[in-house]
């Protein structure tokens, strides 16, 4: 029997982790970490840095796996996902059947909260119902970029008896909710925002959260888009990748 | 000039308190806590509890403000709680200033995250709009009961490129949101997913979340509304009030 312990460690800064968070480390043998592209190397350090700022004893190691590449041109992106998911799947089996003793714990470590676009307890899920290792695992929750975002810009998500919506670059391309006066979108790599400059929304933007690069922009949409599009695409540059996301609010009565 | 810490504590369990939110607590001299309802003095209680096990010195207060009443009966419930929020600054206001002395910091211990069906930043904003007092606040997020609901419940808050519907009971009285698979619903007092026990639809509850009296149910909705009916009204009753949550989810071809 293999132990898992999916820890959410927070969006960025280390403050984020919980006291829970911090425990469940403490009760690993192996950390798992399975990313790729280009924010690896610094997402990787991150997660490390955690480890090592948090983990009272130097009984734990960490194994980086090459994820699999990810067809990101095909049309039928839940397929990909899916083709994706099953070799991570087969990828993650192997490395928890040879680097986690049989009674040992694996931990691993999620940016933001385990429940939110990320697929982590998905391939879990995969591994379970293949059946050949026999799991237990638990999740600890972390706080998202979300509420990263809402926490530095000191606003609230909704309004009042309000509801949200989180949604992402590509379905909000194909249109603005209007079943909600607050959205939140992450995973958008175009600033699918920019088509509803004409509408009267204010931007709350968030770049890097929680960490020493965080960029926060906000204001009326139309007025703040291109400085949103040019510090991002700067960063961007910069640093050879970006994480960013934002909450879109049809202003109202309320303050 | 005041200093307001505005700490999210997570939902119910002390363990989802975050190492940044242990830091302000120790920062703060007065604690100011605004309830009211049944529920108000378990969740003092569970405030003090939160204090007494992270704050590593003496020097800190708790004021228990008694909370004006909000007229829930009536229709125009935005208008209602706008009137509400205004007594609730004015009292705040008033507290600031007589238990805070002049360069100290007034802590807000909140359940959950103060970003998410939370008043607090409202009445900071009307206190610090008003202009009588010199304030300087920061928010510090916390774990919310929708990250403990998936956490307990070991589920994704969304499916795959899939979007997030976070709503109200009264919300979703009127409807179930068309442009989201995963709805999550707050604040319902009358079980309004009941309405909907006809659709093919998943459901994951939860209530007290992350404390000893938690309770989960799951499954598809038609199987176990009645049993979360009956489980909510026999824990109301035996503790007087409750705190729920839930999540919807139409089934999919992604497991």
């Known amino acids: 029997m293999r132990r898992l312990l999916v820890i959410g460690i927070g969006a960025g800064d280390p403050d984020f982790v919980t006291v829970g968070a911090v425990a469940a480390l403490n009760e690993v043998d192996v950390f798992l970490?399975?990313?790729?592209?280009?924010?690896?190397?610094?997402?990787?350090?991150?997660?490390?840095?955690?480890c090592e700022r948090f983990i009272t004893h130097d009984r734990w190691r960490l194994v980086e796996l090459s994820d699999p590449e990810r067809d990101r041109r095909t049309p039928a992106y839940v397929r990909a996902v899916d083709d994706w998911r099953d070799e991570r799947a087969a990828l993650l089996e192997q490395a928890l059947t040879e680097e986690?003793?049989?009674?040992?714990?694996?931990?691993?470590?999620v940016w933001g909260d385990p429940s939110l676009y990320d697929g982590t307890l998905r391939v879990i899920g995969t591994i379970a119902r293949h059946g050949s290792l026999d799991l237990e695992w638990e999740v600890i929750p972390g706080i998202t970029s979300v509420q990263a975002l809402t926490a530095r810009h000191r606003v609230l998500l909704n309004r009042v008896a309000g509801a949200v919506h989180l949604t992402t670059g590509r379905?909000?391309?194909?249109?603005?909710?209007?079943?909600?006066?607050?959205?939140?979108?992450?995973?958008?790599?175009?600033?699918?925002?920019?088509?509803?400059?004409?509408?009267?929304?204010?931007?709350?933007?968030?770049a890097y959260l929680g960490t020493e690069d965080e960029i926060l922009v906000s204001g009326?949409?139309?007025?703040?888009?291109?400085?949103?599009?040019?510090?991002?695409?700067?960063?961007?540059?910069?640093?050879?990748?970006?994480?960013?996301t934002y909450l879109l609010r049809r202003p109202g009565a309320e303050a």
Chains 1, 2 share one sequence.
């Open 171 to 206: 379905r909000l391309a194909q249109g603005l909710p209007d079943n909600a006066d607050d959205v939140v979108v992450m995973l958008d790599a175009d600033l699918a925002c920019r088509a509803y400059a004409d509408q009267d929304l204010d931007i709350y933007w968030g």
């Open 33 to 50: 970490v399975l990313d790729k592209g280009p924010a690896t190397a610094d997402l990787t350090a991150a997660r490390r840095a955690v």
């Open 100 to 109: 986690v003793p049989d009674g040992g714990t694996a931990g691993f470590l």
């Open 220 to 244: 009326k949409l139309a007025d703040v888009v291109d400085e949103i599009a040019e510090k991002r695409a700067a960063a961007r540059a910069r640093k050879g990748w970006i994480m960013d």
